[in-house]
């Protein structure tokens, strides 16, 4: 419903100087609207955002991004304290920021907002693209771009807590991943997988996601089966071998956390002992 298909033309039919105008004119407006609806809504996110000094345990550099903090400051070393294994399994985008923080003598905090920043850039270009990729119209494109950008939960929380920043570049991970599969390009599945999994361990549960579609999805299942399989193949192989190097990279610091159920889940949310059913 939401893609647009350029009309066919007949047989013998020729395209005269007037249409052909007409098209590149459309193409044109198309393209600045494309570009002033990103604009317009990015910059509305940005405008929008501000931490309101709520108490310390929501603080933009406290909870989780203490850990991750931890883990970029020893860079070009490794940490020397034990950190849980929920937040070793995400070292590499912050030993970057460490890496960067090094290098430039700049500050910890500085790095992490220069380098989300240019995670936040790029992502936005990347879904733009994946959208662009549908040939959607001008009305869908800017509606799906506005769901994406003004979703509360989707960039406004790293935007207030760049320590975090392993949560955008798994998020541009997927982004390269979507584009990869719309548009028909392996070297894009292939980038995004590993930019994803090097974020966040929760690219295990996408990674068979991606493969499937490359080997059953539209696009895809016009090539041999052969090569079909073996891409699948290797979206898996290159996803597991990355999370394995990460593991045995981060063993020297990491303390194994083993998540309980339902004590780790937002189920405990529902248990009226606990008070929270009315905040719910």
């Known amino acids: 419903v939401c893609q647009t298909e350029p009309v066919p033309k007949m047989q013998g039919e020729r395209e005269t100087g007037s249409q052909a105008t007409a098209d590149n004119a459309r193409s044109q407006l198309g393209t600045r ?24 345990h929501t603080h933009p550099w406290g909870t989780d991004v203490i850990s991750y903090q931890e883990m970029a400051a020893p860079a070009p070393g490794l940490p020397h304290i034990v950190i849980g294994s929920a937040y070793t ?58 769901l994406f950008v003004l979703n509360p939960y989707s960039l406004r929380e790293s935007i207030l807590t760049p320590g975090a920043v392993q949560d955008l570049t798994f998020v541009l991970g997927l982004g390269l991943v979507m584009w990869g ?49 073996g891409r699948a193949i290797w979206v898996i192989l290159l996803t597991a071998l990355l999370y394995v190097a990460t593991d045995l990279l981060t063993s020297s610091f990491t303390r194994r956390f083993q998540p309980r159920f339902p004590h780790d889940t937002i189920l405990t949310l529902l248990v009226p002992t606990h008070g929270h059913l009315s905040t719910l």
């Open 33 to 56: 609207g494309v570009v002033l609806i990103m604009a317009l809504l990015t910059a509305f996110l940005l405008l929008t955002n501000y931490w309101t000094g709520l108490p310390s």
């Open 89 to 146: 399994q995400r070292f590499v985008p912050h030993y970057l920021v460490g890496l960067f923080n090094w290098a430039t003598a700049i500050g910890i905090h500085p790095a992490y907002r220069i380098l989300w920043a240019l995670c936040f850039a790029g992502l936005i270009g990347v879904f733009a693209r994946a959208l662009l990729a549908l040939r959607l119209s001008t009305i869908v494109f800017a509606l799906s771009f506005a």
């Open 181 to 229: 599969l719309l548009d028909g390009t392996f070297a894009l599945v292939l980038v995004g997988s590993a930019v994803a999994i090097l974020s966040r361990q929760t690219e295990l549960l996408v990674a068979p996601v991606a493969a499937y579609w490359v080997l059953r999805g539209p696009g895809w299942r016009e090539q041999a089966v052969r090569v079909r399989r």
